[in-house]
């Protein structure tokens, strides 16, 4: 990107920010989307806390991609053009294209250039021969992909982490109906959902003895005062995550630890003791759910697999 669209892209994205923060800090009960947990100070330490011993959706479901990795490969066939929704560091990918049979290209999608730079080169330097063709796009609205890649047979979406889980259940029915448009006839979506556990291994997961995912969580006010003008005292806030066994969701919340104010963007925001910013919601599902998540979608099961202590689930769905 030339500099001056960079700075345009930037000062979009601050606008953004700011209206999202006034939105959701002005709710009766307080909230921040949580896309914006990911600057780069987010992205270092959310890849800190995929190698957390608390942490197990990573390495669960990179672990089912490599034991399950024939099965996933012979449901799948040859000839895939994988497209995938929020590559991360391309990790996943590199690992689901060295299962696949004779997969023909692989198109990384994501609004931010920057990331999809890291995921591009990545599965470029290990599959030399493959097309690698970014797609910069924000895959929770439509999009479309320029007609099919390379001699494919069909599309073969990607979603892997449980990010589907950050959406509320309407939501990633959303995401499914138009993912599916997106990936046009024939399409398949390989999908990594995490699974309904011992709240206590969940909460662990989302609280971990060595504090990323409380530093993680409070790099969020950390955003705010830089790129919204906030003055968040960071002491001021503890990191929570709580199991909510009503809608079967892990939550995030950022917790004032006295009365407070803070301004932002013109504005003052009044904390109570207590109150807390519901900063992310990390959806668990069974297997039933999600079949009739994926339904409503528009997709249906072709397999499912799992790790044998059934932490974490891989589906592959057909529309
Ligand atoms: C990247 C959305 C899958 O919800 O488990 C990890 C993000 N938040 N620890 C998740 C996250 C706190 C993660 N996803």
Redesign the pocket.
């Known amino acids: 990107m030339s500099g001056a669209l960079a700075r345009d892209a930037a000062a979009a994205q601050r606008a953004a920010l700011v209206a999202d923060a006034l939105a959701g800090l002005s709710a009766p009960r307080k909230t921040l989307p ?1 896309k914006w947990l990911y600057d780069a100070e987010g992205a270092r330490l ?1 890849e800190a ?1 995929t190698r957390l011993p608390e ?1 197990y ?1 990573t390495r669960t479901e990179m672990r089912i991609l490599e034991e399950s990795g024939p099965a996933i490969a012979e449901a799948i066939g040859p000839g895939a053009a994988v497209v995938e929704f929020g590559p991360g560091d391309g990790l996943k990918a590199v690992q689901l294209l060295r299962v696949l049979q004779a997969p023909v290209a692989y198109l990384p999608v994501d609004i931010a250039p920057e990331w999809l730079e890291a995921a591009a080169s990545r599965v470029a330097e290990a599959f030399p021969g493959l097309p690698v063709r970014p797609v910069v796009a924000d895959f929770t609205q439509p999009f479309a992909l320029a007609g099919r890649a390379e001699g494919s047979t069909t599309h073969l979406g990607f979603f892997p ?3 589907i ?2 959406f509320a259940p309407e939501e990633a029915v959303a995401f499914l109906r138009r993912a599916r448009l997106s990936l046009k006839s024939g399409a398949r979506l390989l999908l990594g959902a ?1 699974l309904v556990k011992d709240p206590a291994v969940l909460e662990a997961a ?1 609280d971990d003895a060595a504090g990323v ?1 409380a530093a ?1 969580n409070l790099n969020l006010l950390r955003r705010l005062n830089r790129e919204a003008g906030a003055d968040f005292d960071l002491d001021g806030f503890r990191h929570q995550a709580v199991w909510n066994a009503g809608l079967e969701r892990v939550e ?1 919340h950022l917790v004032a630890q006295r009365p407070q104010s803070v301004r932002l963007a013109g504005r003052t925001i009044r904390f109570a003791a207590g109150e807390t910013i519901h900063t ?1 919601s ?1 959806h668990k599902y069974r297997p039933d759910r999600l079949r009739t998540l994926a339904e409503a979608g528009g997709w249906r099961e072709a397999a499912m697999w799992t790790d044998p202590a059934g932490l974490f689930s891989v589906w592959l769905l057909e529309g």
Do not use: R
């Open positions: 949580c959310f806390i942490y959706p982490g449980s990010t889980g950050n995490d989302y995912t993680f995030m992310e990390s």
